[in-house]
């Protein structure tokens, strides 16, 4: 049972574009949602969070947004790089007062020059 | 900064084999999780410490122990090792586990089966 889920295997955009990655999830006990950035053979980077408090959350050219009726939240990423060219996954915590984070299964953005 | 790290980055082992690995948390963190990744999926949580003490399982074989020291690194051993062992082994540490602490991932481990 995917409690998190990214449907988008990958996306592909053009260099000074905006990523739109997108993430669902099922559990409503989740109140916690983080976005890590991966390149092959490396672990997870961190890149932005949000609490199931808020709506949004920025930091630089990422932005979280979270609806919490529609238990969907995207990463916004305005204007796309080409070093932005990774595997990217949706987590979320909070069902469990443990911290432990269960991940989608990853979008693969590709960013073209 | 200071990183999570881990060690060996990599490690190849024969089926039946143990294997332990290694993770030292960024300084002052309190709580480390493990969890694995298999080829293609997403990474799965194993275990979780918190002050020393186990504070989560997941879905981690009883094969498989851990523990966190008292300078907080924290070890994953490994018996009977079984071709689906195979995978990538993250460690990752936070500061106190409310639910809302964000969690740093180390470079992770590739464990080889043969």
């Known amino acids: 049972d995917q409690q998190v889920k990214q449907n988008s295997p990958s996306l592909s955009v053009q260099e000074g574009r905006i990523s739109i990655l997108n993430c669902d999830y099922t559990n409503s006990m989740f109140d916690y949602f983080l976005w890590y950035k991966k390149y092959p053979a490396e672990g997870p980077t961190f890149l932005i969070s949000?609490?199931?408090?808020?709506d949004k959350n920025e930091d630089g050219r990422f932005t979280v947004f979270l609806n919490k009726s529609a238990k969907h939240l995207s990463l916004h990423i305005v204007p796309s790089q080409p070093g932005d060219s990774a595997v990217y996954f949706c987590a979320a915590s909070g069902a469990s007062n443990t911290g432990k984070l269960i991940f989608g299964q990853g979008t693969t953005l590709q960013v073209k020059p | 900064a200071a990183g999570v790290i881990q060690s060996p980055r990599h490690l190849i082992k024969e089926k039946r084999e143990t294997a332990t690995l290694k993770c030292y948390p960024i300084?002052?963190?309190?709580?480390v999780y493990w969890y694995q990744q298999g080829p293609g999926q997403d990474p799965q949580f194993l275990i979780s410490f918190y002050e020393k003490m186990q504070s989560d399982k997941g879905s981690i074989p009883d094969r498989f122990s851990a523990q966190q020291f008292s300078d907080y690194h924290s070890e994953l051993n490994m018996s009977s090792l079984e071709l689906g062992d195979s995978a990538l082994y993250f460690c990752?540490?936070?500061?106190?586990?409310?639910?809302?602490?964000?969690?740093?991932f180390g470079p992770g481990t590739r464990l080889t089966v043969l």
């Open positions: 949000i609490s199931s408090i808020k």
């Open positions: 990752a540490s936070s500061l106190r586990f409310r639910g809302t602490d964000t969690q740093y």
């Open positions: 300084p002052r963190h309190d709580t």
